[in-house]
């Protein structure tokens, strides 16, 4: 029986995963998500084009390969139906090509709404959600009163659906929120309708017997694993587990089945949102970040905090998700700096530490730096990697233990160097 791969971020999200599953995409059968939702926005470019994704697997493009909403994933229908679309325009088989499961939760207007009342009732303390009804939509799940894709078919569904608003509409109340369902209500029952067209599957069953017969299969993460539920800089997460074990839960894959973990990061760090972020740069040298990597969100536009890279995170990440190897994203935009540095430890209430403390909002934490010397060269059209980035590179890696294996040098596929063909297994 095959292994199934995962694909994570490591750090606050948008890493580029989309890039490198794209990238992967060729070796793989089945490329399937198995969490988060329409708070995701995955950038693929390739011939010019600029693609960014919400909910479908970043496998789509490849006609050869078969993608997966798994159970774990949540849905806007509406969401979803205007992604299909604008990929039937590109000349996707959607209908052959993308499957969902039965067991994938459905976001309903309410939750949106309901997302917004409660972020607005949090004031200054806000997550900074995307606003896409994703925790609403999770807390009916874990409260089990959600509506999954397998009830859009029964007889029951109207109902259903009814009886959830009305609890909703209470809660709205509560927070004195103002809202229009009636304007929401029509596009969301007509994608209802388009999603009843789809392939519905018991996605477990389909994954597993997929490994059975030698299928090769990739989980491609949402979100980072600072955002975890559990593991992230709480309570400025979101509401899914996004690191490796997400991938058991989400697509019904058991722990002895998943294969090598690729961890992805970026070769600085970003955050979208509120909630701390220790290398945070709220200097120039944070906004050049910021504008030679275009860091605005893929599919909010919101602008983008920048930092240093941060290790101890970095860390962290590896450790919980059991990475093999690792994946540096946008090394270009290092390019032009004299020198870059690394937050090797932290300075947590005057005393140094390698580890992230429990209440990490609000505790004196100083990260303390590393210096490293910049490469000052264009590494996207370099014939060779400059030595002063693959000094960052081994450094990255010995400081880690994890080799590097791909690095990225531009949001092109073809902008994508891979340094190491064999996977590392850790012992
Ligand atoms: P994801 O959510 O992890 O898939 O990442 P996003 O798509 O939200 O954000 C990554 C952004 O960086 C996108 O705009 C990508 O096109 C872009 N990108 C990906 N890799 C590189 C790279 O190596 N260099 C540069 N300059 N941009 C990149
Ligand atoms: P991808 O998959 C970056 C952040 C939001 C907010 C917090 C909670 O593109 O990497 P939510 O909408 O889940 O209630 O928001 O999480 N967030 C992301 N940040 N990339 C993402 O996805 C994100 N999805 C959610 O900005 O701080
Ligand atoms: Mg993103």
Not at 73 to 79: E, H, L, S, T, Y
Not at 148 to 169: I, M, P
């Amino acid at each position: 029986m095959n292994k199934a791969n995962v694909l994570l971020g490591l750090q606050w999200g948008d890493e580029g995963k989309g890039k490198v599953v794209d990238v992967l995409t060729p070796s793989y059968d089945i490329i399937c998500r198995f969490q988060g939702g329409p708070n995701a926005g995955h950038t693929l470019e390739f011939n010019g084009i600029k693609h960014v994704l919400n909910t479908i697997p970043s496998g789509i493009f490849h006609p050869h390969c078969t993608n997966i909403i798994g159970n774990g994933v949540v849905i806007d229908p509406v969401i979803l139906k205007r992604e299909i679309d604008a990929l039937i325009k590109m000349g996707v088989d959607i209908k052959k090509q993308l499957l969902i499961s039965k067991r994938a939760h459905l976001i309903l207007p309410t939750h949106r709404l309901l997302d917004a009342a409660s972020e607005a009732a949090k004031g200054k303390e806000k997550i900074g959600s995307t606003l896409k009804g994703i925790g609403p939509t999770y807390m009916d799940k874990t409260g089990r009163n959600g509506l999954r894709v397998g009830d859009v078919s029964g007889n029951q569904f109207k109902e259903k659906y009814q009886s959830l608003v009305e609890k909703h509409k209470q809660l709205l109340a509560f927070h004195k929120f103002e809202y229009n369902l009636t304007e929401l209500e029509p596009a969301w029952f007509e994608a209802i309708e388009d999603l009843k067209k789809l392939t519905h599957i018991d996605s477990e069953y389909y994954i597993n017997e997929a490994l059975k017969k030698g299928k090769k299969i990739l989980a491609e993460g949402a979100q980072g694993s600072m955002l975890d539920v559990d593991f992230g800089t709480y309570p400025f997460v979101t509401s899914s587990n996004t690191m490796t074990a997400g991938c058991c839960t989400g697509l019904g894959i058991a722990p002895n089945a998943v294969g090598n973990v690729i961890g992805i990061f970026k070769a600085y760090c970003t955050r979208v949102g509120g909630g701390p972020f220790p290398t945070e740069l709220n200097d120039e040298v944070g906004e050049t970040m910021r504008k030679i990597g275009n860091e605005y969100g893929s599919t909010t536009g919101r602008a983008r905090r920048c930092g240093w890279l941060d290790l101890p995170a970095l860390k962290y990440a590896i450790m919980i998700n059991g990475v093999t190897e690792l994946t540096m994203m946008k090394a270009d935009v290092l390019d032009d700096f004299d020198s870059i540095k690394v937050c090797t430890h932290y300075m947590v209430n005057g005393e140094k530490t390698e580890q992230l403390p429990f209440d990490i909002t609000h505790a004196d934490i100083k990260p303390v730096y590393k210096e490293l010397k910049g490469w000052k060269q264009n590494c996207t059209l370099a014939q060779s990697l400059p030595d002063a980035l693959l000094h960052y590179i081994q450094f990255i890696e010995q400081e880690t233990g994890v080799p590097i294996s791909i690095v990225s040098v531009g949001p092109d596929r073809k902008q994508t160097i891979v340094l190491k063909k064999e996977p590392f297994v850790n012992s």
